[in-house]
Every structure is written in structure tokens, then in C-alpha cells.
């Protein structure tokens, strides 16, 4: 883990202005490492990891799907819960242009856009998330419930276990 001073994103202003409490974990970011490489190099569960996903709607309309680091997101059974007809990931450069944050780097706070959350409802039951502060290789640490205070995440059942 890096010791160096803690990068200010839209993300850590986001989260200063809404005052939530939050640590924060710099991290060397691998390419196509995803979470197992956060959770490891932050020895912390990779089910404590939250993935920031960006996706889009069958019209294109985007969102964003917050889902355990150890877990895939069943897009059936989202587009199901949020009445649509289906939802697919985004393109890197779409996610980009609606969010303001790289692939690999992609935070729910701060985003260019204010977009629709949806949250997997067993993330609630952790006492400690870690989520991407809006750079790669960097989570801060958060109280999930301070998610759902600020951002407003509409819960969802749609883990798939990896």
C-alpha cells in the first residue's frame, strides 16, 4: 500500500461536502485486475470491494450498478427490477463521457452527470465498504448506509456469485 498524500477528485470534494466520514487506500492499479487486486493488495475481503459499474439501458439511457467485488451483476434480472427491457455495459468511452472518471478509476460520487444508482441490497450488511475514489488505484473506505444517505441508490437483488 502507498503511503503518499491521498489525490482530491470530484469524488473526495463530493464526499467532504456531503461530511462522510471516509478513509482512504492507495493501491498500485493493475490493468485488468479489477477488485481481486484492490481486496489484495488492501488485504480486505474482496466481498467488501464495490464495484462502481456503469451500464445503459435498451435506450441508451445510462446508470450505475454497485455491486460486491466478488460478484457479477445478472442483467436480466436488473432490467427486470427496474423496469426495462434489458441493460448492458457501457462503452469505456460512454462510461467516461456520462461520469467523468476513467474505467478502472469510476467512483458514484461526484459524477459528471447525476445518473440512477442502483445498489445490491446485501451490500447494506457490511459495516465497512471500499470504493473507488475516482483515480485508479485508490478506495476510500465508507459506511455503506451513508451510501444510501447521499446518493439515494435504488436496491436491488441481482448478485450473481463469480
Known amino acids: 500500500m502507498k503511503s503518499?498524500?491521498?489525490p482530491e477528485t470530484p469524488a473526495t470534494k463530493f464526499l467532504?461536502?456531503?461530511r462522510i466520514a471516509h478513509s482512504n487506500h492507495l493501491y498500485d492499479y493493475e490493468e485488468h485486475g479489477g477488485t481481486t487486486v484492490s481486496a489484495r493488495e488492501l488485504n480486505v475481503a474482496e466481498h467488501a470491494v464495490v464495484k462502481t459499474l456503469v451500464m445503459e439501458d435498451e435506450n441508451g439511457k445510462p446508470l450505475i450498478v454497485l455491486m460486491h467485488g466478488d460478484c457479477k451483476v445478472?442483467?436480466?434480472e436488473?432490467?427486470?427490477q427496474i423496469g426495462c427491457k434489458k441493460v448492458s455495459a457501457c462503452k469505456p468511452e460512454d462510461a467516461h463521457r456520462h461520469t467523468g472518471y476513467m474505467i478502472g478509476g469510476c467512483s458514484p460520487f461526484g459524477t459528471k452527470k447525476?445518473?440512477?444508482i442502483h445498489m445490491e441490497k446485501s451490500i447494506l450488511d457490511l459495516p465497512l465498504i471500499y470504493i473507488n475514489g475516482g483515480r485508479r488505484g485508490y478506495l476510500v473506505g465508507v459506511h455503506p448506509h451513508d451510501i444510501l444517505r447521499v446518493l439515494a441508490p435504488k436496491l436491488v437483488t441481482v448478485a450473481l456469485k463469480d
Open 78 to 80: 436488473l432490467a427486470r
Open 74 to 76: 445478472s442483467t436480466k
Open 16 to 18: 467532504s461536502q456531503h
Open 4 to 6: 503518499e498524500q491521498a
Open 114 to 116: 447525476s445518473l440512477p
